[in-house]
């Protein structure tokens, strides 16, 4: 009865010793990205942030640009410039991926994906938010 009594208490001091180990291993299992406000913006705030310079506030391609760079596309025409149908796969790549370089010149189109990965620290699911946030907003104002 005395070892079952000493067996009881060696193992009850192993247990809680490991128990605050275990508890923390358990928190950082648990520990995830918070999404933050900055990750979940609108499309009009996104749109008005990162487009509106070159695309202008009501998304012509009315904003201001130097060269070496041509005027920005009207974006109000993509649905009546693709036979009626909004490219959706498009232009969902163009700010995550950007467009491809000319030969010899500059890239027009600003790789907004990296830039919110890297500027704003936003892991892949946030990107993919935004860039559906600005999508969505872009869509809102085609020409019908």
């Avoid at 648990?30 to 998304?59: F, I, M």
Wanted: proline fraction near 8%; aromatic fraction near 6%.
């Amino acid at each position: 009865m005395f070892i079952q009594v000493i067996h009881n208490i060696v193992t009850s001091c192993v247990l809680l010793g490991a128990l605050p180990n275990a508890l923390v291993a358990q928190k950082a299992q648990v520990k995830k990205v918070p999404v933050s406000s900055s990750s979940t913006q609108s499309g009009a705030e996104l749109s008005k942030q990162h487009c509106a310079v070159c695309h202008g506030n009501d998304l012509r391609g009315s904003g201001p640009f130097l060269a070496p760079y041509r005027r920005p596309p009207d974006l109000t025409t993509l649905t009546l410039r693709h036979g009626n149908q909004f490219p959706d796969a498009y232009v969902s790549n163009v700010p995550r991926d950007g467009v491809i370089m000319p030969a010899h010149g500059p890239a027009e189109m600003p790789v907004w994906g990296e830039e919110f990965k890297a500027k704003d620290r936003l892991n892949e699911t946030q990107v993919q938010l935004r860039i559906t946030n600005i999508v969505k907003y872009i869509k809102s104002f085609q020409k019908k």
